[in-house]
């Protein structure tokens, strides 16, 4: 196989050439804007998103009318978040959420500490999930929203999310989710789940970066971030993104459609993955359920190595040490300190993600490559081999 190999499908995934061939023609033939109704540039573009937006909707199993169309999922979690609570002050100032959330929900909750909303972050359990009973000790009678992300964009763990928000429902307070890496790639139903609120973005479903969605369930106070003209439905205010928004709707009805075969295809790719790297390494630890979890996910980490090292030799393949949005601290994923791993063996962890266009040769590729840079950077501590267990470290691999 060639080089270069890309597995690092939770940063961004490589766009579909349907998709791209759809939006191509709105980019120079139906370039209207979706707002202008005097005539037939933009009756055209108008129709163009009331059918992307139709086919993000039964994605998730929302009506059309329940979805706003957004630059990304960071901004849908923004607006969930912060619209959320804006439009309820007068009937509480609390916030729910979990350790392990991506920076786009801890990061808007802190800034909302500091104008004096109270958040509870819960813990998860040694697999990353977090249960019912956790979440349902920690409402209180100021409770105004729960926010739990679908599939962790670390370890790819599935919460529990019809049990938690089924939680929520009874106790009339709004639940959100984050389904940024979920949407596209396991089933959702959002009337059968009983979510009010879920974010999703195009760029990580093969669609194109700079699109996102966000389902707002008809009834639900949001406080829009963003306004100066009124556009989609008076929550998102400005010209709309057309040939991306094109672009998600055909990467959404594609999802729709090939679901169900690429997931399990792609699922066996992980698993042949994990298998060979196990079979061939010593000390390769998953981190997070593997029952729960994503098809496309594969976090491990490898004990006596650096995740840095890993990387840096793994030269023409693709793959990260978590998530792209926080890639240039050193410090270790506070994914994997919530799942109780140590800094160190937070930093030799690394992810895979794989895609739509990944093949067994490429995994097959990979699989050799790695170890073979694994057995080189344990080469000068020989001591590995020779004492290693999993739960006798040399002391200064701990």
């Known amino acids: 196989m060639d080089l270069p190999i890309y597995m690092?499908?939770?940063?961004?995934?490589?766009?579909?050439?349907?998709?791209?061939e759809a939006m191509v023609p709105f980019f120079s033939q139906h370039y209207g804007n979706a707002a202008s109704r005097q005539h037939r540039f933009g009756w055209v573009a108008r129709d163009a998103v009331a059918d992307a937006r139709a086919a993000v909707a039964s994605l998730i199993g929302a009506k059309a009318?329940?979805?706003?169309?957004?630059?990304?999922?960071?901004?849908?979690?923004?607006?969930?978040?912060?619209?959320?609570?804006?439009?309820?002050?007068?009937?509480g100032n609390h916030i729910v959420t979990v350790q392990t959330e991506h920076r786009a929900i801890l990061d808007p909750c802190a800034s909302l500490e500091r104008q004096g909303m109270q958040v509870s972050y819960l813990p998860v359990r040694e697999d990353g999930i977090l249960t019912p009973a956790a979440l349902g000790a920690a409402i209180e009678p100021t409770t105004v929203l729960v926010t739990v992300m679908m599939a962790n964009n670390e370890t790819g763990v599935l919460h529990p999310i019809d049990a938690l928000a089924a939680l929520t429902r009874a106790r009339g307070i709004s639940f959100h989710t984050d389904a940024a890496q979920a949407a596209g790639w396991v089933p959702i139903d959002v009337e059968t789940s009983g979510i009010d609120l879920l974010s999703l973005t195009a760029h990580k479903c093969h669609g194109p970066k700079g699109v996102g969605g966000l389902f707002v369930?008809?009834?639900?106070?949001?406080?829009?971030?963003?306004?100066?003209?009124?556009?989609?439905?008076?929550?998102?205010?400005?010209?709309?993104?057309?040939?991306?928004?094109?672009?998600?709707?055909?990467?959404?009805?594609?999802?729709?459609?090939?679901?169900?075969?690429?997931?399990?295809?792609?699922?066996?790719?992980?698993?042949r993955l994990l298998s060979q790297l196990q079979n061939s390494l010593q000390g390769v630890t998953v981190n997070g359920s593997m029952k729960a979890r994503l098809p496309q996910n594969l976090?491990?980490?490898?004990?006596?190595?650096?995740?840095?090292?890993?990387?840096?030799?793994?030269?023409?393949?693709?793959?990260?040490?978590?998530a792209a949005c926080t890639s240039n601290t050193r410090k270790p994923s506070h994914v994997l300190q919530a799942l109780g791993l140590s800094d160190k063996q937070a930093r030799a962890s690394v992810r895979f993600g794989l895609g739509r266009f990944n093949s067994e040769a490429e995994v097959d590729q990979v699989a050799e490559m790695f170890q073979g840079l694994v057995e080189q950077l344990r080469a000068p501590a020989p001591v590995f081999e020779q004492e290693h267990s999993e739960n006798d470290l040399p002391p200064e691999w701990q």
């Open 217 to 271: 369930r008809h009834g639900v106070a949001v406080t829009p971030l963003i306004e100066g003209g009124g556009h989609e439905s008076g929550l998102r205010s400005g010209t709309l993104n057309l040939p991306a928004i094109v672009g998600f709707g055909r990467a959404a009805s594609i999802c729709l459609n090939e679901m169900a075969g690429e997931s399990v295809r792609v699922g066996r790719l992980r698993d």
């Open 65 to 91: 009318s329940e979805v706003i169309f957004t630059s990304g999922a960071t901004e849908s979690n923004n607006l969930a978040v912060r619209g959320v609570v804006d439009a309820s002050r007068a009937r």
């Open 299 to 322: 976090n491990v980490s490898i004990d006596g190595v650096n995740g840095e090292q890993l990387l840096m030799g793994l030269g023409g393949v693709a793959v990260s040490s978590g």
């Open 8 to 20: 690092d499908g939770h940063a961004t995934t490589r766009v579909d050439p349907r998709v791209v």
